[in-house]
Every structure is written in C-alpha cells, then in structure tokens.
C-alpha cells in the first residue's frame, strides 16, 4: 500500500546542534509536504515540494526532495528551544486525491 | 489563527452513544479533509470532501459518517461509539485539494468512557 515512513520517531538533541528527519515512501510520490505540530496544537504547513531533486530553505530550515521523489528530508541548523514539536512529511500520490501523513519525527531540545 | 473553526473543542461521551464534530472551512476553501490522531500518534486519513462531494477515502470505519454541506462546513458523525474511538479529530480544508497545502483546525478531543 502507500504508506510514508519517517525516521527517526523521536529524537533529543541539544540546543544549538543540528537535526534531520527523514522521509521515505516505496511508490513516486506527485509532491510533498512538511508540517510542524507543537505539543497540544495543529499540525501548520511548513512548505511543499514539487520538483525532482528540489531543495528549499527557510531560515536555519532545508528541505529536499529526492531524485526519484520518494524520499525527503528536513535538516534544521543550530536548534532553538522553539523548534520543539513533532515534524510530519505528507505526500499525494498520482492519480490519488488523498494526502498521506508520515509517521512524524517528534523532536525535543535539551537546553 | 488558521480560519478553520472546530466544534465543539472537548467531547466527552459514554460507549455505544452517537456524536457529531462540526468544522468549517476557511474563507474560499473547497476541500475539507479529516484526519484522526490518537495518543501520542501520527494523523490518519478518514475522508475528503470537494465543493461538497467525496473525493477520497481512508480506512474510515463503518461507525463514521461525514458530509460536506453546500455552504461548505463538514460534520463528521461517530456512533455506536467505543473506547478506541478516544482521539483527537482534526479537519483540514484547503483551496483546491490536490497540490495545495493544509490548514489544520484546532482539533475536537473526544474521550469515551
């Protein structure tokens, strides 16, 4: 079936290192999405990617889009205490109007 | 404040009973999705609606209902309900559906004792 992994599931970091979570689906995925959940909120969209290979940056965040476009990733420079929550990728699948949520990365900061 | 309104925000029901979650879309949205997560997990897809008709669905129990009205809010209806069915109940809408990002709703917690 389509289903959407991430690794890791949880990770400790602490404050000012790096931290990447991967995303990794069995069938090309059409785009993907990432999404930040903070303890007790909503998931809030973070950004899509729709290109082969294609890389975005937002501040101390980059995301990738694999070449084949079944894996992503998200990489985040010198962590800060507000980069707390869990970090969901979500892919739409051809000719698939559902969009597919990953297993999530929750990721804490240890000050 | 992502413009999707969920009500009620706390639902607290007995085993067997019938309840109803109300969302409605930001301004201009035509999709709405909802998404089930339980304790400490990730969001699974129940079902899609587009300009009020079905677009996709999930692995959506039997128990679960929803439509999508012609001025675009959603309910979702939950019966015959049981301990697992406790989670948070998250709607979604977006412009378009495919392609287009999500705006989440605070969520409806729904505890069955």
């Known amino acids: 079936g389509q289903q959407v992994m991430q690794i890791p599931q949880y990770q400790h970091v602490q404050e000012g290192e790096d931290f990447t979570t991967y995303c990794n689906s069995s069938t090309t995925l059409s785009n993907i999405q990432w999404y930040k959940q903070r303890p007790g909120g909503h998931p809030v969209f973070l950004i899509q990617l729709v290109k082969s290979g294609e890389v975005k940056k937002q501040k101390r965040l980059t995301f990738q889009f694999g070449e084949a476009k079944k894996n992503s990733s998200l990489h985040i420079t010198a962590t800060q205490t507000t980069d707390v929550g869990t970090y969901f990728c979500a892919g739409f699948y051809f000719g698939n109007e559902k969009l597919t949520f990953g297993t999530g990365t929750r990721l804490t900061i240890i000050p | 404040d992502s413009g999707v309104t969920q009500t009620p925000k706390h639902l607290i029901t007995a085993t067997g009973q019938r309840v109803t979650l109300r969302c409605s879309p930001r301004?201009?949205?035509?999709?709405v999705y909802w998404y089930q997560q339980s304790l400490d997990q990730g969001l699974q897809f129940l079902i899609q609606?587009?300009?009020?008709?079905?677009?996709a669905k999930g692995n959506i129990l039997e128990r679960f209902s929803a439509q999508q009205f012609p001025d675009l809010h959603s309910e979702l209806n939950l019966s015959s309900l049981e301990l697992g069915d406790s989670a948070l109940y998250f709607c979604?809408?977006?412009?378009?559906?495919?392609?287009?990002?999500?705006?989440f709703g605070n969520g409806t917690r729904l505890t069955v004792t």
């Open positions: 609606y587009y300009n009020g008709e079905e677009r």
């Open positions: 301004s201009g949205d035509l999709s």
């Open positions: 979604a809408s977006s412009v378009e559906g495919r392609d287009s990002p999500l705006h």
